[in-house]
Nanobody, 119 residues
Framework: QVQVMESGGGLVQPGGSLRLSCVVS????????MAWYRQVPGRDRELVAE???????LYAVYAEGRFTISRDNAKNTIYLQMNNLHLDDTAVYFC?????????????WGRGTQVTVSS
């Protein structure tokens, strides 16, 4: 069984910063790509940033220059450093991981962590 768990969300003022963490635990062989998505009520879930096992990042346009995704393969963990947060960054942030069991690759999602940007 594989579990994906996010942490680090909270309430922050506009212009502030937050750091999200996501850890993958359980029984598996390897983790390929990992990513952060976000979703607000009434809208589709959207990609924030993705990172390969070789630490190559990919960002949504709105995240470029403000957000930084990083990864610690030894800890099966990714991070999302979010700076200069805007009101419209308010969303539930989800972690996604491509996990290789040794037999098949499966996508796993966390339950999400709420980020609220408000003055």
């Amino acid at each position: 069984q594989v579990q994906v768990m996010e942490s680090g969300g909270g309430l922050v003022q506009p212009g502030g910063s937050l750091r999200l963490s996501c850890v993958v635990s359980g029984t598996f062989v390897d983790i390929d790509h990992m990513a952060w998505y976000r979703q607000v009520p009434g809208r589709d879930r959207e990609l924030v940033a993705e990172i390969t096992s070789e630490h190559e990042p990919l960002y949504a346009v709105y995240a470029e220059g403000r957000f930084t995704i990083s990864r610690d393969n030894a800890k099966n963990t990714i991070y999302l450093q979010m700076n200069n947060l805007h009101l419209d960054d308010t969303a539930v942030y989800f972690c996604w991981a491509e996990v290789w069991s040794g037999v098949r690759q499966t996508d796993y999602w966390g339950r999400g962590t709420q980020v609220t940007v408000s003055s």
